[in-house]
Every structure is written in structure tokens, then in C-alpha cells.
């Protein structure tokens, strides 16, 4: 849905653009520009429910006031929106202006719709743990917080989806035959999973924390209705590497659906990780790789697809471990003075 | 006969213990099952211990390795001269692999070492999947080495994937069911397989000759 973002003075973004792809993932070191990204998205997203400038009073911002200004993929492409900032704390304008070289028929307020419905999500294993109020039943919470309430009413209500979902989980958790939601007192409810031929259930606060989050990323890509774009950072949090290709297809089932047999619209995915064994199951698509590196205070974003190289670079390793290397770029340095003799130091 | 499989997914390690058991044509214990090494050179990084593990650890008969060959030197019947070894080529180097690790190994439970059984799928092991299949008829070991030396490749590894799997983006489960559909064409009769491609070939005849012993190279005496 978002084609392309650029940023101008946005907090280490000084002057940074990236393409993007149905799937992105995001790599880099801490405080290199990745949780930015995804603010950026989130923060259109607020901007988005307000009126535009021009319909209110428009403030008057200098000229190297923090701007992002976002493209949109057809049948958006006729629209650009940039946000303005007073600070880098506050994002309080949105101008869209029409461009000319888009084709795609789709208006700006159902673009808005779409943008209504970003969600960033930072999973909690405590909160998805957690007996759950079955009123919140609808859309999961950016915590995970309401797994049990949702499953209950995709239980009862949407029987193919439950199973859809519990299919899977099985699957990658073979330890576990069945799960099971239960009343905790009136209002809320709770889930448990049963350990594989046994009568032994094992209630949500006794999995592991790993298990707790791909349950809720089988459950987002389950869902019959998600958002627009998904933004969840660290996305291989707490799972055994091995299950990893399984969090790959469960996001590739929202980003390319049809790919996965699936007929509804396709989910924008921007997910951050700093696993090389999650990097090494991209290399058939280096294009939805989008490498965050910070050279000294400045941030900015670097394809893998500009390695021109890559093909003989990986006859001797990995794409994971050419990544840990740091010979792409994209992660963390520390000055240990090395290199630098007393003469230079500032 | 009791073997391990080294892979580089549960797909592929799904339609090769079916390909295995199809050359053997006896049954098959799995040893060490889900053995998983990540992809190209991880394989050859982890040989080494994978090989000494089951020679010590386990009472596995053989070890059968299989590998996509994506874009390296293929192995031709001219690698197969005595003492000869490309090191570009993955065959030759797994074989190496082989070779060096059971000759520093002791004999342990009753045998000498692990037996071998090396496979290369050129370029991708969905290369294997099409074979036999009249629309991709143009799918062989031989158009791809023509295509290399040409620098025109026929195909890319992504359209023979897309081939088979109908996607650039299948899932693990989609993955392995196109597998084993594929394969079974050749569970009756592996020949025409071996036939069009050379590096399933090699597995084949090392299977075979496991049965009889080996020579220090690694090759049926
Ligand atoms: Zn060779």
C-alpha cells in the first residue's frame, strides 16, 4: 500500500528514502532508524482521522522543520501525503497533494480508510498470558493482550477460521493436541493447550514466551478482517530458529495471499528482526530487505538489492552471516580507538 | 538399512527419504531424523561434526547429503578422475568433506565409518521435480550445463519454483505436498531421473553401493 517514504530532520532520519515492498524486513542495530519506520507509518495513521491543512489553521513551520512525506502503490498513486512536525515528539500536520504521474483511480478517502487501519504491534507475553475480557473480541489488541476473547468469538462464531488458526499452531507445536478457552470468572476468559497424548492442559501462563507469540502471529494472519499494514518489531522474539520459516509463511499468507490460496486484499507487512537465521530465509527475495545503518548521528536505509555482487558473496556464506559480518552495512559499530591514533581524537 | 538425511528443508527431506527408500527399494530406519543444515555452505560447515556425531552417537549405516547446486561449477564425469577435485564444484567438495572426516575417525560400533550417499540437484532440487513432466520437458541437468557454457541459462531457479509450487511464495506446507506429488512418478522406476539428471545419479549409485565396500576415495571398490 505504502510505496516509498522519505524523511527530512526526523529524529536520526535526516535525509533518508526507502522503497517498499508488500513484505519488508527490517535489520540494523538499535537507534539505527527501524522503530522511526514504523513510528513514521503509526503517526500517518493519527494524522489520518484529523482534518487536512488548508480545511483548519495551517502553523507556520520553518523550513527544516521534520517533514515524511509518503507514495502510495496503485490504485494510490495518484496521491502524495506529507506529514509535518513541530518537533520530532509532534506530528501535527497533513497535507496530500495530488501528483501527476499517478494512473490509479482510488480516491483519497478510501485511502484514508486504508491508513485508518495501520497497526504497529509489540507483543507482550505477559498481557497474551493473561485472562482476557471477552468483550474485546474484535480486533487484536498491539499488545496480544485479547488472544483468548478473540479466539472465543472465532470459536463460536467463525468456526473455519478457529480451526484454520488451531490447524496451524498444532502443526509447529506438535508438543500440544488441543487447545481449550475457558471461563475466568464472568467476564473474562482464558486459553490453555494440551500436552500431546496425555490429560495434561498447560494454561497460557505456563507456555513459553515463544509459544505465546507466534500463537498471536497465527492468529493475525488468520484473521478474516486485518489491517491495511502490519508493523510488528522483532518478529523472531523468543522462537526456536526452526519455526522461523513458519513466521515467514504466516506473514508472506498477509503480504501475498494469493500466494497462499487466499482471495483477500493483501496485508502491507513491515516487521523488524535481528535474527540472521530470519535473514537467511529472504534470499530468494533480497528485494524485501531494508538494511538501517547510522553513520554517526545520522540514520538512513540501504537495499541489498544495490549488491551487485551478492550471487558470488553467497557461494561461501550465508545471506545471515554475510549480514552479522557487517559487510552490508547495517550493524552496530562501537569505537574502541583502534584505529585512531591520540593525535585525531577529538 | 538405517541412514540420516541432511537437508536444507523439511520439504525437501520429505521427498528424498521417499527418492532413497525408491533406489533401495528395502526399508528404511531413520537415524537422527530432522538433521537440518542452512542451505549452501552451511552444509559443508557442518558436515564434518554431522559425520562424526553418527559415527559415534549412533548406529547409522549412511548418510545421505543432498544439496541444490544454485549457480556453482557442476560436477561432469571428468571430476570423477582419480585423484581429481574441483573446488568449486559441491559434489567434490562434500565428498571431500567425507573423505577427510572417516579417515581420522576410529571404527566405532561395529563398523569402519558412515557410508556416503551425495546428491546435488542442479540447480535447484525443484530441477528434480519436473523431470518426467511433459510441459517441462526443456527441464535437465544437461540444458542447464549447455545454458552455463553458452551464458544463457535456460531457466532460473525462481521459475522452477514457481513451476512446481505455482508461487514465488509457498509455505512449508504447500512446499512439501507439491514434493512428494512430484516424486511419486518416480517411485515405481527411478531411471528416468538418474538419466536426466546426473547429480541424483551420483546418490543413486552411492545408495547402491552400500552394500559393498568402499575404497579410500569414498568409491564402490
Ligand atoms: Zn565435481
Redesign the pocket.
Same mark, same amino acid.
Given at each position: 500500500m505504502i510505496a516509498s517514504i522519505a524523511f527530512r530532520n526526523f529524529k536520526a532520519l535526516r535525509q533518508a528514502s526507502v522503497e517498499l515492498c508488500p513484505f519488508n524486513l527490517v535489520v540494523g542495530p538499535n537507534g539505527s532508524g527501524k522503530s522511526s519506520l514504523i513510528e513514521a507509518f503509526v503517526r500517518l495513521r493519527t494524522l489520518a482521522r484529523m482534518s487536512l491543512a488548508g480545511e483548519g489553521n495551517e502553523p507556520i513551520r520553518s523550513a527544516n522543520a521534520p517533514e515524511v512525506s509518503f507514495r502510495f502503490m496503485p490504485p494510490y498513486d495518484r496521491w502524495e501525503a506529507v506529514m509535518s512536525c513541530a518537533s520530532d515528539d509532534k506530528c501535527d500536520v497533513l497535507n496530500v497533494f495530488p501528483l501527476s504521474n499517478g494512473e490509479g483511480e482510488g480516491t483519497w478517502e478510501a485511502l484514508r480508510g486504508k491508513l485508518l487501519r495501520i497497526r504497529r504491534f509489540e507483543l507482550d507475553h505477559a498481557a497474551i498470558a493473561r485472562p482476557a475480557s471477552r468483550k474485546e473480541n474484535q480486533e487484536l489488541k498491539p499488545d496480544g493482550g485479547n488472544l483468548a476473547a478473540l479466539l472465543l468469538r472465532w470459536r463460536d462464531q467463525l468456526p473455519d477460521v478457529f480451526s484454520a488458526w488451531a490447524t496451524q499452531a498444532l502443526r509447529v507445536f506438535p508438543e500440544y493436541d488441543d487447545i481449550q478457552i475457558y471461563d475466568v470468572a464472568e467476564s473474562d476468559v482464558a486459553f490453555s493447550l494440551r500436552i500431546t497424548g496425555e490429560r495434561t492442559r498447560v494454561p497460557a501462563h505456563d507456555l513459553s514466551q515463544g509459544t505465546l507469540y507466534a500463537l498471536v502471529v497465527f492468529a493475525l494472519a488468520a484473521d478474516p478482517e486485518p489491517p491495511s499494514v502490519v508493523c510488528i518489531e522483532e518478529l523472531e522474539r523468543g522462537l526456536h530458529p526452526r519455526i522461523l520459516r513458519e513466521v515467514q509463511d504466516a506473514m508472506y499468507s498477509l503480504s501475498h495471499p494469493s500466494s497462499h490460496g487466499l482471495s483477500r486484499e493483501p496485508v502491507q507487512v513491515l516487521a523488524t528482526s535481528h535474527s540472521p537465521y530470519f535473514l537467511d530465509l529472504f534470499r530468494d527475495h533480497i528485494e524485501e530487505i531494508i538494511l538501517t545503518e547510522k553513520l554517526g548521528s545520522a540514520a538512513h536505509f540501504k537495499k541489498l538489492t544495490e549488491r551487485k555482487d551478492l550471487g558470488e558473496l553467497l557461494e561461501g556464506a550465508s545471506l545471515g552471516d554475510l549480514w552479522y559480518t557487517g559487510i552490508f552495512g547495517g550493524v552496530p559499530t562501537c569505537d574502541l580507538g583502534g584505529t585512531v591514533s591520540f593525535g585525531e581524537r577529538s | 538399512m538405517k541412514l540420516a538425511i541432511l537437508s536444507e528443508s523439511p520439504a525437501d527431506e520429505a521427498a528424498i527419504e521417499r527418492l532413497v527408500g525408491a533406489v533401495l527399494r528395502e526399508p528404511l530406519v531413520r537415524v537422527q531424523s530432522a538433521l537440518r543444515a542452512r542451505g549452501w555452505p552451511s552444509v559443508a560447515q557442518v558436515l564434518p561434526a554431522v559425520i562424526r556425531h553418527l559415527h559415534f552417537e549412533t548406529n547409522a549405516d549412511g548418510l545421505v547429503v543432498v544439496v541444490d547446486s544454485d549457480d556453482s561449477?557442476v @560436477?561432469?564425469a571428468e571430476?570423477d578422475r582419480p585423484n581429481y577435485f @574441483?573446488p568449486l564444484?559441491r559434489?567434490?567438495r562434500l565428498r571431500a568433506v567425507f573423505r577427510q572426516t572417516t579417515k581420522k575417525l576410529p571404527p566405532a560400533r561395529g563398523r569402519a565409518r558412515v557410508l556416503r550417499a551425495v546428491g546435488v540437484a542442479v540447480p535447484a532440487v525443484e530441477a528434480w521435480y519436473l523431470s518426467g513432466r511433459p510441459a517441462d520437458a526443456d527441464v535437465s541437468e544437461k540444458a542447464w550445463i549447455d545454458g552455463q557454457s553458452r551464458g544463457h541459462l535456460p531457466y532460473t531457479r525462481a521459475q522452477l519454483k514457481f513451476r512446481v509450487y505455482g508461487t514465488d511464495r509457498p509455505s512449508l506446507v504447500h512446499e512439501t505436498n507439491c514434493a512428494l506429488r512430484e516424486i511419486a512418478r518416480f517411485l515405481p522406476d527411478t531411471r528416468r531421473l538418474e538419466n536426466d539428471f546426473p547429480g541424483f545419479a551420483s546418490l543413486a549409485t552411492d545408495l547402491r553401493g552400500w552394500g559393498q565396500p568402499y575404497d579410500e576415495d569414498g568409491r564402490v571398490e
Open positions: - | 561449477v @560436477h561432469t571430476h @574441483h564444484c559434489m567434490c
